[in-house]
């Protein structure tokens, strides 16, 4: 049973470009969870996503970051216009009803800014 | 200041039993975890307590919860090389499962 599965694992991007970031749940799993590190820190909640909604985005930036989780397909994280300060890596988490108070991370995408 | 604190660091001789302590603010939390980081890698969930526990054990890992002083630590006995990377204390409050972290502690095990 695979688990939580993060692609890029490291991406680069210029200043204005976009980026966005995949993630699949673990099988079975139908919530997702978006996490941030910014360097030396811990990990900080942007958003908690079910299929087709979103749940609560209360870490979200208000400005340039989304967050989808359609029925079909990975979760994508996506930040418009990145600037240096997105550098960072961005952790998904899944879980299931079954899976209860238990979320399982992915290995992290590693945005780099230049 | 941060809901969930820990120290930044620990350093311990490889054998020694590592405690790193945390704490949290909120007394309404449920759920209290330990989560390892090793380099370049994702979170690994090590153990967890429900708030209404006072301790537990498994294998050379023991957390222990003071909900009076809003303290949790975990404790690992005959800490090896391996042991080496950053710890992470996070706590869920509520219906919700949605753990708040802490900065994480360094953990370095040296010979």
């Known amino acids: 049973n695979a688990g939580v599965m993060q692609n890029p694992r490291h991406l680069v991007r210029r200043r204005g470009q976009e980026a966005r970031l995949r993630c699949s749940p673990m099988?079975?799993?139908?919530?997702v969870y978006w996490y941030r590190q910014l360097p030396e820190e811990g990990l900080k909640f942007m958003v908690y996503?079910?299929?087709?909604?979103?749940?609560?985005e209360s870490g979200m930036p208000k400005e340039r970051f989304s967050a989808e989780f359609p029925k079909e397909g990975p979760s994508i994280l996506r930040i418009q216009q990145v600037v240096r300060g997105d550098s960072a890596a961005y952790f998904c988490?899944?879980?299931?009803?079954?899976?209860?108070?238990?979320?399982?991370f992915g290995e992290g995408s590693w945005l780099t800014v230049v | 200041g941060e809901d969930v604190e820990q120290s930044l660091f620990l350093s311990v001789r490889e054998g020694d039993s590592s405690v790193i302590n945390c704490t949290y603010t909120?007394?309404?939390?449920?759920?209290l975890y330990w989560y390892k980081q090793e380099p370049g890698a994702g979170l690994q969930l090590l153990t967890y307590?429900?708030?209404?526990?006072d301790m537990k054990q498994d294998q050379r890992l023991t957390v222990l919860l003071n909900k009076k002083d809003k303290h949790l630590s975990l404790r690992i006995a005959d800490t090896q090389t391996g042991d080496s990377a950053i710890y992470f204390c996070?706590?869920?409050?509520?219906?919700?499962?949605?753990?708040?972290f802490g900065r994480g502690t360094s953990l370095i095990v040296h010979p």
């Open positions: 988490a899944s879980s299931s009803q079954e899976s209860g108070n238990t979320i399982y």
């Open positions: 307590i429900f708030s209404n526990m």
């Open positions: 996503l079910q299929k087709e909604n979103i749940i609560d």
């Open positions: 909120d007394s309404s939390s449920t759920y």
């Open positions: 099988k079975g799993h139908s919530h």
């Open positions: 996070a706590e869920s409050i509520g219906g919700s499962y949605i753990p708040t």
